[in-house]
């Protein structure tokens, strides 16, 4: 994933107190240093370690592909808080969405980050973290647009002095996107469905000398922000903005590149990042066959044939069986070619599909029934998520009760208070208030709502059916009452 490099640096940013030298060693791009001190962090303080350095561990477990034990960790975190409400909901929310992320889960992980940048009390810190994720989250969906316009929130967002270092993060994010912008613009590359659809959609741009817009090539927008790029002084970010450099020089035919290129191979996988390796060397393919050189293109795939039979199907697969494609039609080899092409466009039509609901829901920012299940039971520990789809199912039930999910999934009611709170800052009612609150809302917002239709039914239609329980719940939810939802 091409924002490992941006997320250990924007982790450390989002947390206040933590040992200078942390952050210098993560800017400097020592991330296994930085990752044994975090460990020590455990070993020194045992129980008494701070929440936020223990979140920081787990961040540099993900960074290095550690997930197993970084999920594990991240819910240690969550049992160790002990902050208001909203502020263990807005963590919850922050450690699944970056999970989701590195796991490839991205409708789940763009639901998460959706709903933690809405959260009204989070700092800032935890805000343009959160905006990153979306930018990078978007751009892995081929949503160039939104991402482009989310990227300008994010860098809206930086403006506080106070959020200097972001500056460098949100400068070299510029260049990347830009740069992957014009690699896939290629003429080359015309058949890759999944990048085409995203970039149908999409106008490049820049200010122009009066303030407006001005329409400029891909290439013309990636020579633009390479320019600010190039004034980065963080090492770890300047290892990206290099390689975007060589990349950009080996799309154009200049093989004296390669050596760069193969520096930062090297680079990667001596700090054990397996993801960004794979991400990178993908890149490289393309940028060799934009130019013309599929032998290239071969070399730098070789090493993942070794890997990719195990790998699981979906979003990671994509860049892969296309670059494959490409490379053995460009070698001539068409009967290979067709083979990856056709399990390609099979996994690109499931991953729109399965996509699709969340962007809809993103594009709109209209109250959606799936993304924020989704974003609810990554959360929960796996038993939990069977009361949570329980919830959901009897939702409509006014005499639904906390003791009858408790007894559904065999645990004690306090285990699932506990469990609930822990996980989403919530109680088993709360959330029960907060699900039926945003079904009436959802069936307010539907165009087919009849006039003859009140709002009293359809609240009795999710099981309240009490007027001034109605009105108070929505009111503290939506900061609007159901009548003003329905004039819209």
């Given at each position: 994933m091409f924002l490992t490099l941006y997320f250990p640096l924007a982790a450390s940013l989002s947390v206040k107190d933590q040992p200078d030298d942390f952050l210098n060693k993560v800017r400097d791009g020592n991330l296994h240093s930085a990752a044994a001190q975090a460990s020590r962090w455990l070993d020194i303080s045992g129980p008494a370690v701070s929440v936020e350095l223990l979140r920081l561990h787990a961040d540099m477990q993900m960074t290095l592909g550690i997930c197993d034990e970084a999920e594990e960790h991240y819910r240690r975190t969550q049992k160790a808080m002990r902050s208001p409400r909203h502020a263990i909901r807005a963590a919850s929310c922050r450690n699944a969405a970056w999970q989701a992320l590195f796991r490839h889960r991205l409708a789940m992980a763009l639901s998460c980050f959706s709903r933690l940048v809405d959260e009204p009390e989070i700092d800032a810190g935890q805000q343009v973290e959160a905006r990153l994720g979306i930018v990078g989250t978007l751009h892995q969906l081929g949503q160039l647009r939104h991402s482009s316009d989310a990227l300008d929130e994010l860098a809206a967002a930086t403006s506080d002095p106070s959020l200097g270092h972001w500056c460098e993060i949100v400068a070299t994010l510029r260049y990347?996107?830009?740069?992957?912008?014009?690699?896939?613009?290629?003429?080359?590359?015309?058949?890759?469905?999944?990048?085409?659809?995203?970039?149908?959609?999409?106008?490049?741009?820049?200010?122009?000398?009066?303030?407006?817009?001005?329409?400029?090539?891909?290439?013309?927008?990636?020579?633009?922000?390479?320019?600010?790029?190039?004034?980065?002084?963080?090492?770890?970010?300047?290892?990206?903005?290099?390689?975007?450099?060589?990349?950009?020089?080996?799309?154009?035919?200049?093989?004296?590149?390669?050596?760069?290129i193969t520096a930062h191979l090297n680079w990667a996988q001596h700090h054990g990042f397996g993801d960004y390796?794979?991400?990178?060397?993908?890149?490289?393919?393309?940028?060799?066959?934009?130019?013309?050189?599929?032998?290239?293109?071969?070399?730098?795939?070789?090493?993942?044939h070794r890997i990719e039979h195990s790998a699981s199907a979906g979003h990671r697969q994509i860049e892969y069986l296309y670059a494959v494609a490409k490379t053995h039609q460009e070698l001539g080899r068409n009967r290979e070619a067709m083979l990856y092409f056709s399990r390609y466009a099979l996994i690109v039509a499931q991953s729109l599909r399965d996509d699709s609901q969340a962007l809809v829901s993103y594009a709109g920012k209209a109250a959606r029934q799936a993304p924020q299940l989704d974003d609810v039971a990554a959360r929960l520990p796996a038993r939990y998520r069977r009361a949570y789809r329980y919830l959901q199912e009897n939702l409509s039930r006014r005499d639904l009760s906390v003791r009858e999910v408790a007894t559904e999934i065999d645990v004690t009611e306090r285990a699932l208070q506990s469990a609930f709170k822990n996980s989403l800052g919530l109680s088993p009612t709360e959330l029960i208030r907060q699900l039926r609150m945003e079904r009436i809302r959802a069936d307010l917002l539907d165009d087919s709502f009849s006039s003859d239709r009140t709002v009293l039914g359809a609240a009795k239609k999710w099981g309240v059916e009490s007027r001034s329980t109605l009105v108070s719940g929505y009111r503290e939810q939506f900061h609007e009452a159901p009548s003003d939802t329905l004039k819209r």
């Open positions: 990347d996107i830009a740069v992957q912008r014009e690699l896939r613009s290629a003429t080359q590359f015309s058949d890759h469905a999944y990048w085409r659809s995203g970039l149908g959609d999409h106008t490049v741009r820049s200010v122009g000398v009066a303030g407006g817009f001005v329409m400029k090539s891909a290439g013309d927008e990636a020579d633009l922000h390479e320019v600010v790029a190039l004034n980065v002084r963080a090492p770890l970010l300047r290892q990206r903005v290099e390689h975007l450099r060589h990349l950009r020089a080996i799309a154009r035919g200049e093989r004296a590149a390669l050596d760069g390796l794979r991400t990178t060397r993908l890149e490289v393919v393309l940028a060799a066959i934009a130019s013309e050189a599929p032998q290239l293109a071969e070399m730098m795939l070789e090493p993942l």
